[in-house]
């Protein structure tokens, strides 16, 4: 019983971060990641592992299935979210980055793609496009035949196609238009960060009906640029903001009287922010005090 144990253990161990990631990618949410976690180590206790070729494929199996069970919930209990609804922001480390597949699947604004996705889309798109699992593999996951998973797979990939970000961004582009809304908080200044606004930008906040934050999006240059004057990166003594590492791509840690007070990712196309997201709710702050392991 031992052995068996510690057997199931290590293989859980090796591929915890995988499991995490994937459940992660599906949900857009930690918490309920973690949950995944913890139900797919209790039926992985259970598995004689004796006829188990393949550990890793096995737990991946159990772990799609359960974040597939736990995504049809949040979906529609996110339909009475209040407000706008945003993935849990995460703290990445300097790897993630390096990974630029990786870091591009779980950034916010993929995360918010997804969200467009049904279920099972969302699962097989996942699974395909960025852990490269075959079809066969990912029709044993998430209970379709091969086919079916081959046409599931082909339409998620155009939806989401037509939904991402367009051309190529560095991170370093990422990267200075979030000095320029540092330097709107620190200074006041904010022609620099108007100046980087496309003429359709979307700027969403998250407080969950905890914290202050837009009861809706806010769409267009001129609505933006009249938020920004009035927002919270006017310039106060109390609030300091800190370039970091969000979701695998430069983000902002804005603090207030020290504490986290929110989160700040932004989506990039052609040289120009056409997403901002601020992430205020507390319940999706709480991993920010410390980097996110992931991998795939």
Same mark, same amino acid.
């Given at each position: 019983?031992?052995?068996?144990?510690?057997?199931?253990?290590?293989?859980?161990?090796?591929?915890?971060?995988?499991?995490?990631?994937?459940?992660?990618?599906?949900?857009?949410?930690?918490?309920?990641?973690?949950?995944?976690?913890?139900?797919?180590?209790?039926?992985?206790?259970?598995?004689?592992?004796? #006829?188990?070729?393949?550990?890793?494929?096995?737990?991946?199996?159990?772990?799609?299935?359960?974040?597939?069970?736990?995504?049809?919930?949040?979906?529609?209990?996110?339909?009475?979210?209040?407000? #706008?609804?945003? #993935?849990?922001?995460?703290?990445?480390?300097?790897?993630?980055?390096?990974?630029?597949?990786?870091?591009?699947?779980?950034?916010?604004?993929?995360?918010?793609?997804?969200?467009?996705?049904?279920?099972?889309?969302?699962?097989?798109?996942?699974?395909?496009?960025?852990?490269?699992?075959?079809?066969?593999?990912?029709?044993?996951?998430?209970?379709?035949? #091969?086919?079916?998973?081959?046409?599931?797979?082909?339409?998620?990939?155009?939806?989401?196609?037509?939904?991402?970000?367009?051309?190529?961004?560095?991170?370093?582009?990422?990267?200075?238009?979030?000095?320029?809304?540092?330097?709107?908080?620190?200074?006041?200044?904010?022609?620099?960060?108007?100046?980087?606004?496309?003429?359709?930008?979307?700027?969403?906040?998250?407080?969950?009906?905890?914290?202050?934050?837009?009861?809706?999006?806010?769409?267009?240059?001129?609505?933006?640029?009249?938020?920004?004057?009035?927002?919270?990166?006017?310039?106060?003594?109390?609030?300091?903001?800190?370039?970091?590492?969000?979701?695998?791509?430069?983000?902002?840690?804005?603090?207030?009287?020290g504490e986290i007070d929110g989160v700040l990712a932004v989506r990039m196309e052609n040289g120009y922010v056409t997403g901002a997201y601020h992430v205020r709710n507390p319940e999706k702050l709480s991993r920010m005090e410390r980097e996110t392991a992931m991998t795939r």
């Amino acid at each position: 019983m031992n052995e068996r144990m510690d057997a199931a253990t290590t293989a859980f161990v090796t591929h915890r971060n995988l499991l995490f990631t994937l459940a992660y990618e599906i949900l857009g949410s930690a918490a309920d990641a973690e949950d995944v976690l913890q139900e797919t180590w209790l039926l992985w206790t259970r598995v004689d592992l004796g #006829p188990v070729l393949n550990q890793r494929a096995y737990l991946v199996r159990i772990a799609t299935r359960q974040a597939l069970k736990r995504l049809r919930t949040l979906t529609r209990r996110r339909e009475s979210y209040v407000g #706008p609804w945003l #993935p849990e922001p995460l703290l990445t480390a300097p790897d993630v980055a390096e990974d630029v597949e990786l870091a591009d699947s779980v950034s916010m604004a993929m995360l918010l793609v997804l969200e467009t996705l049904k279920p099972t889309e969302r699962a097989v798109f996942v699974l395909r496009e960025v852990f490269d699992l075959d079809y066969d593999e990912i029709a044993g996951a998430v209970d379709k035949s #091969p086919a079916a998973v081959r046409q599931i797979a082909h339409r998620a990939r155009a939806h989401v196609s037509a939904r991402r970000p367009r051309g190529t961004v560095s991170p370093a582009e990422t990267r200075a238009a979030l000095q320029a809304f540092q330097r709107a908080v620190e200074t006041g200044e904010l022609q620099s960060l108007l100046d980087l606004l496309a003429p359709d930008v979307v700027a969403l906040s998250d407080g969950g009906g905890v914290k202050r934050a837009m009861p809706r999006p806010v769409v267009g240059v001129d609505k933006v640029a009249r938020l920004l004057s009035l927002g919270w990166w006017r310039r106060d003594a109390k609030r300091s903001v800190e370039l970091v590492q969000i979701n695998g791509g430069p983000g902002l840690l804005v603090r207030l009287d020290g504490e986290i007070d929110g989160v700040l990712a932004v989506r990039m196309e052609n040289g120009y922010v056409t997403g901002a997201y601020h992430v205020r709710n507390p319940e999706k702050l709480s991993r920010m005090e410390r980097e996110t392991a992931m991998t795939r």
